[in-house]
Nanobody, 121 residues
């Protein structure tokens, strides 16, 4: 029903910056929560940042002050601005949407395919 496509990943030096984008095939304005997760091989997926329909944000302690999540309802896109990147930020980053496109309908949990972020000198 709803497709999420991440982009913007790549190789960056420590201290550098990247901006990830997650484009949705449908409207994101009525989703309860949009989020970014990341996963390192051999470890479980962890929550990085969230933004609710009320534009309330939350960040993992490890990225607090460095990452910023935002949304553009007109473009049906959620972003993750990553500054002051560290080698430990290296992971596959996934976009997640929880809620529904049409208000009042059953909530669903949508995931993108992920985009690789590598922080290395």
């Amino acid at each position: 029903q709803v497709q999420l496509v991440e982009s913007g990943g790549g190789l960056v030096q420590p201290g550098g910056a990247l901006r990830l984008s997650c484009a949705a095939s449908g409207s994101i304005s009525n989703f309860y929560r949009l989020a970014w997760y990341r996963q390192v091989p051999g470890k479980q997926r962890e929550l990085v940042a969230t933004i609710t329909a009320g534009v309330t944000t939350h960040y993992a302690d490890s990225v607090q002050g460095r990452f910023t999540i935002s949304r553009d309802n007109a473009k049906n896109t959620v972003y993750l601005q990553m500054n002051s990147l560290k080698p430990e930020d290296t992971a596959v980053y996934y976009c997640n949407a929880l809620g529904s496109v049409v208000p009042g309908t059953t909530w669903l949990d949508y995931w993108g395919q992920g985009t690789q972020v590598t922080v290395s000198s």
